[in-house]
């Protein structure tokens, strides 16, 4: 490495910093939909002009909340609850609608959307893509993943709480499928004791539902870690490549929005730009704190892996570059990755891991601002993804 290189590096940490104060102190909390992350997308739309690169916005309805498709689960088993002693016939509907609540939990959980995804209140969202060619003619393409969106001050679905998510839902599934069996059985043999058993089930989701509402009514995160941190990366990637692009491999910079909703910024970009098809997907996740980390294994309840090449690959750089420190590990946490993987693309996640909460630093809270932010952190990161880009590139 060159002296001139170790001198850079303190130039380029102090601007990723600068980067990370725009969007989670100046700009500050970006809900999806919301000003803010329209404001953080015209900030990233900016720097990447500034650097002779052609911005694309693109602009999508999505979903105003994630918690809309916990709820919508929970007003179907509560209709089935309500309308299932009205006759003989609406006893068969109360099941239906109780076991299709269950149905709809899994969907959220496990593909982060709803079949009845144009029924619930939407939002426009936006993301903003740029290319960066390569010196010679195109062999592969790399893309690098970081959202703009912040999610809300979570009660549950937060930093420390990863096992409560997990048997929650378990438990909320559970729920929802007794009640369903409970009146498929009072349904067919008339007996009334299914449905008194079921109301403790009903008081469990309506429970559920107070909680799922209150809060929706809670301020937005700062997002410094999740996710400032990584779009200052990933735009610190793109001042990097435009002085140095690589030999045969194009970059796309993305940074997607609505992906603390359901993940409809990637699904929009995948759906435009079929020659992604084939590409790698390295998806950057609170990378401003905490040990970096390469995720082996993500998801609640069905979990998923990332392509095992780029596995080999990340596993590789480790070894080359133990300065960095970075290290396999397991999180149970719902990323774009998640998308990625279940429809076949090739990809990875790199992530911040705090060690005091097995989460992302400082995951969906208010304390997520920018002095919890590490620029060692933010250095190391934007290390090993160039690093990785290099090694791809060969």
Known sequence: MSV???REKPNMTEALLTHVEALAREIGPRGTGTTGEEQAAY?????????GLAAKEQRFLTVGDMNWFPISAALLAL???MIYPW??????????????AAVLLWWAITRADSPFWCLLPRVTSRNVVARVTPTGKTQQRVVVLSHLDSNRCRLVWRAGKAKTIKYGSIATLAVYGAIGLLYLLGAATGWHWPYLASFLGALYVLATLIVLLAEMRRPYSPGANDNAASVAVNLGLAERLTKDPLEKTEIFLAFTGAEEVDHRGLKVLLGEHAELREALFIDLEGVGGGDLCYLTQEGLIKHYRPDPELVALVEEMAKRRPDLKVKPEVLLVVDEVQTLRRLGYRAICLAGRDPQTDSLPYWHTCEDTLEHVSAAALGRAAEFV???????DR
């Open 79 to 81: 209709c089935g609850t």
């Open 386 to 392: 160039w690093e990785m880009l290099q090694e791809i």
């Open 43 to 51: 900030y990233v739309r900016e720097q990447l002009q500034k650097l």
């Open 4 to 6: 001139d290189t170790e």
């Open 87 to 100: 006759a003989g016939w609406t006893r068969w509907l109360g099941a239906l609608l109780a076991g299709l």
